[in-house]
């Protein structure tokens, strides 16, 4: 199995840029299709990004598109998570998550390993 740690949260102002990154050990994150997902206080997980095995394929909630990019060093087994023209609405608890199975969900459910979350604070 695999061992997820986020890293690069923190409070920035609102228009500005932060980059997430995904740590694995254990098994190598090459085997598993990956994503973020966040959660906002008192709101459900939602799904932000996915990225093949290979980082070939790559999708993204539609409403943050052209503002976050997904990306992955599989030989530094890293996933990262580059966001941009943050707004506070992007406040949230930000994970990532590694799959056994076939590339392409955005669900929660479909993700069996979960690092422990990173904060995102945009301020106004």
């Known amino acids: 199995q695999v061992q997820l740690v986020e890293s690069g949260g923190g409070l920035v102002q609102a228009g500005g840029s932060l980059r997430l990154s995904c740590a694995a050990s254990?098994?190598?994150?090459?085997?598993?299709?990956m994503g973020w997902f966040r959660q906002a206080p008192g709101k459900d997980s939602e799904f932000v990004a996915g990225?093949?095995?290979?980082?070939?394929?790559?999708y993204y909630a539609d409403s943050l598109k052209g503002r976050f990019t997904i990306s992955r060093d599989n030989a530094k087994n890293t996933v990262y998570l580059q966001m941009g023209s943050l707004k506070p609405e992007d406040t949230a608890v930000y994970y990532c998550?590694?799959?056994?199975?076939?590339?392409?969900?955005?669900?929660?459910?479909?993700?069996?390993?979960w690092g422990q979350g990173t904060q995102v604070t945009v301020s106004s």
């Open positions: 254990g098994r190598t994150v090459s085997s598993y299709a």
């Open positions: 998550a590694a799959r056994d199975g076939p590339f392409g969900s955005r669900q929660s459910y479909d993700y069996k390993y």
């Open positions: 990225i093949s095995r290979s980082g070939g394929s790559i």
